[in-house]
Nanobody
């Protein structure tokens, strides 16, 4: 079984930065790790993903402001979010899947509980 625990969310003013963390169980660290965002009434939106190595994928709308990385020694994936906008507000979820990248949240097998990010104008 894979467990994912997110942290690092909070409140920030527009233009500010936050770094989210996702700590994974040891087995999950061979998986593709992704970050998704969700607001009430909408489907989960792909933000970024990283392979078990260093290959990354980003949503086109966020790639210039967000950076995904991982520290294998700490079994942790990070999402550095800069130049935050009010429309970045939402629940941010860490997810894991085997083998191949996907931007479709339905392809991911394991999920964390989420961490809330609120960006005020």
């Amino acid at each position: 079984q894979v467990q994912l625990v997110e942290s690092g969310g909070g409140w920030v003013q527009a233009g500010g930065s936050l770094r989210l963390s996702c700590e994974a169980s040891g087995r999950a660290f061979n998986y593709v790790m992704g970050w998704f965002r969700q607001v009430p009434g909408k489907e989960r939106e792909f933000v970024a993903a990283i392979s078990s190595g260093t290959t990354t994928r980003y949503s086109d709308s966020m790639k210039d402001r967000f950076t995904i990385s991982r520290d294998n020694a700490k079994n942790t994936v990070y999402l550095q979010m800069n130049s935050l906008k009010p429309e970045d507000t939402g629940g941010y979820y860490c997810a894991a899947k085997q083998f191949y990248f996907s931007s479709d949240y339905r392809q991911y097998d394991y999920w964390g509980q989420g961490t809330q990010v609120t960006v005020s104008s």
